[in-house]
């Protein structure tokens, strides 16, 4: 989901931040994956909120909220944008509306790995509401495997419950809604289960646990982190310096309690200034 043509930028964007947002905090479980694989990158992150979730929204309304989320982070220098939101990536799709930089979300990364893994063929999807009734995983994974089984399930609740704390693997109220969230999706016999949300890798151990051991699971922000990487190696736009790269994050509610919340996503205390911004 590369979408731009390499120009003459290139060669002066080197050492520009890549800039990821999402609705709230989801969108770290990319930040700590970019900060394992590319180490000297800077990195600017937008966390929407006061405005999380963006799964239970319009479409239009959606878009619109992405789009200012894009504006944001334009402010500053970057040389990448990831849509490190299921929601946001669902709805764009493969119309996006940033072209003048590479731009890439989460649905074709995930959905790429999700079919090279799988074994039997049968892929289950664990997304917000908006996300699953946009069919964009199936979409994405039929167009390279017409001959796939996709299985979608939406999960309005996990957001809440990651966003919230709920998040140790003997919590009782996310283990009870977990196990009728995916009790469908084990049934159907997948063995393959894409994370479509990038809060849910923060309970993957709930997760995991009711789906099995012969169940692979893909974090979506994590693959989009690694189709980053991809990416930037492709159009030579790595940076190059030699010291380690920069976490800076702009939220648009509470810095505090973006920090302490954090902690869950990142299992460290957050490295980097954190600053409150109005859209």
Request: charged share 20%; glycine share 8%; proline share 5%.
């Amino acid at each position: 989901m590369l979408f731009w043509t390499k120009n003459s930028r290139s060669d002066t964007m080197r050492n520009d931040a890549i800039g990821v947002f999402d609705s709230g905090m989801g969108g770290l479980t990319a930040v700590k994956e970019l900060n394992a694989i590319l180490p000297h990158e800077n990195i600017i992150y937008f966390g929407d909120t006061a405005r999380i979730p963006y799964g239970s929204r319009s479409p239009e309304t959606v878009l619109r909220y992405a789009k200012e989320d894009v504006a944001f982070l334009r402010q500053y220098a970057v040389k990448m944008i990831i849509a490190a939101c299921g929601t946001v990536s669902s709805i764009v799709g493969d119309q996006p509306f940033v072209t003048d930089m590479p731009f890439t979300g989460v649905v074709l990364p995930a959905s790429e790995t999700a079919c090279r893994v799988t074994r039997n063929g049968k892929i289950g999807v664990i997304g917000t509401p908006a996300t699953i009734r946009s069919g964009s995983y199936e979409k994405a994974i039929h167009k390279m495997h017409p001959e796939m089984t996709v299985f979608g399930q939406a999960c309005p609740l996990f957001v809440h419950l990651v966003e919230n704390g709920y998040t140790d693997l003997h919590n009782p109220v996310t283990r009870l809604v977990a196990e009728e969230y995916l009790e469908p999706v084990r049934k159907a016999g997948v063995d393959t289960l894409i994370l479509g949300c990038t809060h849910y890798p923060v309970i993957r151990e709930i997760i995991a646990d009711y789906m099995g051991p012969e169940v692979q699971l893909i974090s979506s922000g994590a693959e989009a982190a690694k189709y980053a990487r991809q990416c930037l190696e492709t159009q030579n736009l790595l940076a190059d310096r030699q010291t380690l790269g920069e976490n800076t994050y702009y939220v648009s509610d509470s810095t505090e309690m973006f920090i302490e919340n954090a902690g869950h996503f990142l299992h460290q205390d957050v490295m980097g200034k954190v600053f409150r911004c109005n859209l």
